[in-house]
């Protein structure tokens, strides 16, 4: 095992964004992002109303090498002065996977430098620590365009899962809902931009799994519901009235199954701190914080979130993940697979599966 400072080039392109980041993690687990650039491929999928996987995969191609060395310069490093190269390594679109592992293999290679084979979910459940001092363990909601699920993480790579949604992620809802509201990709941020001033209370939308007692979120409902509304809708002031519902209902079930984990977390850590912490792109949204914080508040958690740069994809949170492996002594081989899918909680994963093949559901 070692505890030495870590210096590590983190390579992200698991959907649109090409990024490429340096971190610096000391001996005493002090952070320092060092450079953090992100390639929006936004205007190439923006035609299309969605991420086109061939054509993120050709742009992470084109723009990969530039990007990476972007992030060195803006460190003032080179290559010689890295003590590893982190990138992700699922889950995700498996053609713009390959691109960046590919590319850290290369590096690490050519430099003889260890490699991580990050688990992109890793990422965002240490996406926090960039921005602040975050001890281990804490109770994590990781919530973005495709992935939503509760986890006790106890530990670097030790997270145990709590719920998972059974259908739509919670940023997949939103940007679903925009597209039906005719609102422009990437819809989140512009369903949230629509539904200030909105009243939240005109249009009744469905609640669901009210008669489970589990941890396990479901968005599906929510989608048809609000997509049914949005026909009939003519006027701006209802479009923005039914933003503000969905952005609520979504907040609200967020909430909800937060809240019944924070219940049992705490039990099971009764005496210790008590964190709880969001990250991924929803994490974004203020509405959704707003209501996050309450909750944590009233159950006597700290609440913490990444600043907003770090809640969508970046490779500054891959790059921290593989610092974070790699003060623990621990790397991956050459040959280490992509992967579409990666869950963070295997036993879980194997024992209830949240994707069944031949059944469309969440991609995690």
Known sequence: MTSSTQTVLGL?????????????????????????????QIAAHAPYGGVVPEIAARAHVESIDAIALQALK??????????GVAATAGPGLVGGVMVGLAFGKAVALARDLPLVAVNHLEGH??????????????LLLLVSGGHCQLLSVDGVGACRRLGSTIDDAAGEAFDKIAKTLGLPYPG????????EGGDAERFPLPRMLLGRKDCDFSFSGLKTAAARIAEGLTTKDERRDLAAAVQAAI??????????????????????????????????????????????????????????????DNAAMIALAGAERLALGLSDPLDAPARPRWPLDAAAANANPTHVPGRKGAKA
Do not use: I, W
């Not at 996050?292 to 740069?309: C, K, M, N, V, W």
């Open 125 to 138: 459940a240490v996406s926090a620590k960039l921005a602040a001092d975050l001890p281990y363990p804490f």
């Open 12 to 40: 992200e392109t698991s959907c649109d964004e090409t990024a490429a980041a340096v971190v610096r993690r000391s001996a005493d687990g002090h952070v320092k992002v060092l450079s953090s650039v992100v390639g929006s």
């Open 74 to 83: 803006d460190a003032g490093l080179g290559f010689g002065d890295l003590t």
């Open 188 to 195: 989140g941020p512009a369903l949230e931009a629509l539904a």
């Open 251 to 312: 907040a609200r079930q967020l909430a909800e199954r937060s809240d019944r984990a924070m219940a049992a977390y705490a039990v099971e850590h009764e005496g210790r701190d008590l964190r709880f912490v969001v990250a991924g792109g929803v994490a974004a949204n203020r509405a959704v914080r707003a209501r996050l914080t309450e909750t944590s508040d009233a159950r006597g958690f700290s609440f913490t979130a990444p600043p907003l740069a770090y809640c969508t």
